[in-house]
């Protein structure tokens, strides 16, 4: 009986624990459910914010784009104010210059005025006292002045044309000149030079004949001395025809004139002849021989020189 009512009062303990830890399990339910409904609405509260810092943003944003719009455009206005107040100080600068430029103009303007003025008068006075009638207007007279102005002026540039042609011909004969000079100067150098060759060419010419006469004196006496041996030789020749009358078949005395090998073959015959001749004779005279022989070469040697 005492187990069971432990057992109970266990039991109802247990279920009062669990009671509790249910309570408690659902205070922190709850107290978790309030938790997250208080940051579900700062979330939102925070989405809120974003929202209105976002909104902000763009705006500021925007304010920032316009003001830099808005200053880009007062920077360009500005830069175009300087620039067209540049062009205008410039404007204002090109303008005083060419007032000024025209004032002068019209000072310069006014003085030639004056000055031609005086030339006016003039014209109109001589106009006024001109009895021809040559010129009606001032303009007659200067036109006629004009006229002759282009003339003169034709004139000077002839003038000056014909003496540049001058100086031209001037230059052309000066370098025509300098080029005969140094033609003249090169002929007379090349006659120096032949005068030299002649007087040289003379010497040879000189020596060459002084050769030639000595040539010809030393061709003289041979030719003395070859008509000398042509006379020895004729004389021998006619000495040895007389001797062999006797064997007129072997002479040449009638064959007209004979050249000088002929005559020495003649003589050379002869010779042999007479040498036989003498010999035979010392054999019968019975002389011996050598000086048989030497006595008739002896005799032959004296009858030669005799007859030469």
């Known amino acids: 009986m005492a187990n069971a009512l432990d057992s109970v009062t266990a039991a109802t303990k247990l279920r009062r624990d ?19 409904e208080r940051v579900k609405e700062a979330e939102d509260q925070l989405k809120v914010e974003r929202a209105k810092l976002q ?5 500021y944003y925007k304010f920032i784009q316009e003001n830099e719009i808005k200053r880009n455009r007062a920077n360009k206005k500005a830069s175009a ?8 100080h410039l404007q204002i600068v090109s303008l005083s210059e060419a007032l000024h430029f025209l004032e002068s103009e019209k000072e310069q303007s006014r003085s030639t005025y004056l000055q031609y003025a005086k030339y006016q008068r003039y014209l109109e006075d001589v106009l006024q006292h001109n009895e021809n009638e040559e010129y009606q207007d001032p303009k007659d007279i200067i036109t006629r002045w004009q006229t002759l102005d282009d003339n003169t002026k034709v004139l000077q540039r002839r003038k000056t044309q014909l003496e540049e042609d001058l100086n031209k011909n001037k230059n052309q004969l000066n370098m025509k000149r300098q080029r005969k000079k140094n033609e003249s100067v090169e002929l007379q150098n090349q006659l120096n030079e032949l005068q030299t060759q002649l007087e040289a060419l003379q010497k040879e010419y000189k020596l060459k004949q002084d050769f030639l006469e000595q040539s010809i004196n030393h061709k003289g006496s041979t030719t003395k001395t070859i008509g000398q041996v042509r006379m020895a030789c004729q004389n021998l020749y006619d000495r040895c025809i007389e001797w062999n009358t006797a064997y ?3 002479s040449h005395a009638d064959q007209g004139e004979v050249d000088i090998l002929q005559q020495l073959n003649v003589i050379g015959d002869c010779l042999d002849d007479y040498s036989v001749i003498i010999r ?4 019968k005279a019975k002389v011996p021989p050598p000086a048989a022989t030497q006595d008739g070469k002896k005799s032959g040697d004296t009858a030669l020189a005799h007859t030469v």
Do not use: G
Not at 81 to 88: C, P, T, V
């Open 248 to 250: 007129r078949s072997r």
């Open 18 to 36: 669990m009671m509790e830890v249910q309570k408690e399990l659902d205070d922190k339910r709850a107290d978790f459910q309030r938790r997250m």
């Open 81 to 88: 104010e300087e620039k067209a107040k540049q062009d205008r």
């Open 55 to 59: 909104d902000t943003l763009v705006q």
């Open 280 to 283: 035979k004779h010392q054999e």
